[in-house]
């Protein structure tokens, strides 16, 4: 199926009217082209894949167009997913690998401008003060020097708090693999984060990113 995801998430209430009540029976639905299948597919899991998005890439100005790519790759290869029931789990990784894209593209000379604080997406709560911010600002000029598989698993574990072994299977990767790839991460951001004053909390173990106590 190529169908494009809507560019406006469904109001609430459209999976429940809708009756694709597992994801079993929506993976289904969308095998079949069924009416409405292609809505309830982002309107559960359009907030999912933006707040993976946002731990990885941070403040990026083509944050909702790399959502959008990962709908439509996503779509695009729903008939490869073996298990229907590991819908989420499978569209995980299409998040990851659409990141990593976008992380290379960076790389090759695409890296946008100073995003400013009031364009910040909400990687924390609304609440979050100033300080939080700035962290995060800190955190992701961090990232930004990191190899993308090495950013990608250090975002995954320590900014979203997913268990190694989700990090791993999102990366499509070995348990031992992730491993490593966290301690390549974690040195070299400890090593930079101590240039910056407002990681010191970081260092000490004490701060937290979108909910998740930092290592």
């Not at 560019?7 to 069924?34: H, K, N, Q």
């Not at 604080?117 to 995060?136: I, K, N, Q």
């Not at 910056?196 to 260092?203: G, R």
Request: hydrophobic fraction near 45%; aromatic fraction near 8%; charged fraction near 25%.
């Amino acid at each position: 199926m190529t169908a494009d995801p809507p560019s406006e998430p469904p109001r609430s209430g459209t999976f429940a009217r809708i009756g694709f009540t597992s994801d079993a029976a929506l993976v289904e639905a969308l095998w079949a082209g069924a009416p409405g299948a292609v809505e309830a597919f982002y309107d559960r899991y359009g907030a999912f894949v933006l707040r993976v998005l946002c731990r990885v890439l941070g403040a990026d100005r083509e944050l909702m167009d790399v959502h959008h790519d990962v709908f439509v790759r996503a779509l695009g290869s729903i008939r490869e997913l073996k298990n229907p029931s590991s819908l989420k789990s499978w569209l995980t990784s299409v998040t990851v690998f659409t990141a990593r894209s976008a992380i290379q593209r960076r790389t090759r000379g695409r890296w946008l401008s100073i995003v400013p604080r009031e364009d910040l997406p909400e990687l924390e709560a609304a609440t979050a003060s100033g300080e939080v911010t700035e962290a995060l600002r800190a955190t992701y000029a961090i990232l930004d020097t990191l190899e993308a598989n090495e950013r990608i698993a250090f975002a995954l574990r320590f900014i979203d708090g997913m268990e190694l072994t989700e990090v791993a299977a999102a990366c499509g990767v070995s348990l031992a693999t992730i491993k490593r790839r966290l301690a390549r991460a974690e040195d070299r951001f400890v090593a930079l984060a101590r240039s910056h004053p407002v990681l010191e909390d970081w260092l000490q173990g004490g701060a937290r990113w979108g909910g998740t106590t930092a290592p």
